[in-house]
């Protein structure tokens, strides 16, 4: 029988996991679901992030070709269930052209759009 000097990757992850401390993890915060698109000459995000305050727990950095999105949902002191609170994190890579001296957000029905302009993005 042949084994394999190395765990399973599935198990080193499993591992690390079980011995992270579950304040690190939270410190990372929840991903938050996005959507990435080109549209009209524009780099277009789109975050679902309902029952924050856009103008109080929302962030919003570009740096080296990323776009990081942070954003706090605040316990509204209810009952335990399945509505997670706190952080809430996203980096995404940005379109090599987008410019963020464009950025402009929008934040309406529980959902953020952000977009940058991509001067080099064809029109036509």
């Known amino acids: 029988m042949i084994t394999a000097p190395f ?3 599935r198990a080193v992850v499993r591992r690390i996991a079980r011995s992270a401390p579950v ?10 679901p996005t959507e990435k698109y080109v549209q009209d000459g524009r780099c ?3 975050a679902d992030l309902p029952g924050v305050d856009p103008a109080r727990d929302v962030d919003i950095a570009v740096h080296d070709g990323s776009i990081e999105i942070r954003a706090v949902r605040r316990d509204g002191g209810h009952h335990p269930g399945d509505i997670h609170y706190g952080l809430f994190r ?4 940005l379109p090599r052209d987008a410019d963020p001296r464009t950025l402009t957000t929008r934040y309406r029905d529980g959902v953020l759009e952000v ?3 991509l001067p080099g993005a064809d029109l036509t």
């Open 23 to 32: 304040a690190l993890l939270r410190q990372a915060g929840r991903p938050i």
């Open 90 to 93: 996203r980096v995404l890579t």
């Open 44 to 46: 277009v995000i789109r």
């Open 115 to 117: 977009a940058l302009d």
């Open 7 to 9: 765990p399973a990757p």
